[in-house]
């Protein structure tokens, strides 16, 4: 049974930073996709940042120079680092998991296996 679960979430000066985990179980993480997600409120699932196995990363336009995404295959864990944060960074934030995701479907939230139940990032002014 496979399982991600995030965290470090939780509320944020603007111009601060965060770094959010998920560490997941149940599948040979090397062999994954990773991605992160996030949801505004009142707003449907967005693309944040992904990373392929062979660690070659993606970002969306919105958080591009201000994210980072990696991942450490020992731990078989996922991390989003953050910075610069502002109020539209405020959403619940989920990581994501498929084997044979391409590159063409990688900002697609459709296109993944498996799902965390995501961690909530507020960010006030």
């Known amino acids: 049974q496979v399982q991600l679960v995030e965290s470090g979430g939780g509320l944020v000066q603007a111009g601060g930073s965060l770094r959010l985990s998920c560490a997941a179980s149940?599948?040979?993480?090397?062999?994954?996709?990773l991605a992160w997600f996030r949801q505004p409120p009142g707003k449907e699932r967005e693309f944040v940042a992904a990373i392929r196995t062979s660690r070659h990363d993606y970002y969306s336009e919105s958080v591009k120079g201000r994210a980072t995404i990696s991942r450490d295959n020992a731990k078989n864990t996922v991390y989003l680092q953050m910075n610069s944060l502002n109020s539209e960074d405020t959403a619940v934030y989920f990581c994501?998991?498929?084997?044979?995701?391409?590159?063409?479907?990688?900002?697609?939230?459709?296109?993944?296996?498996?799902w965390g139940q995501g961690t909530q990032v507020t960010v006030s002014a």
């Open positions: 149940g599948l040979i993480f090397s062999r994954y996709t």
């Open positions: 994501a998991a498929d084997q044979g995701i391409i590159l063409s479907s990688i900002r697609s939230a459709g296109q993944y296996d498996y």
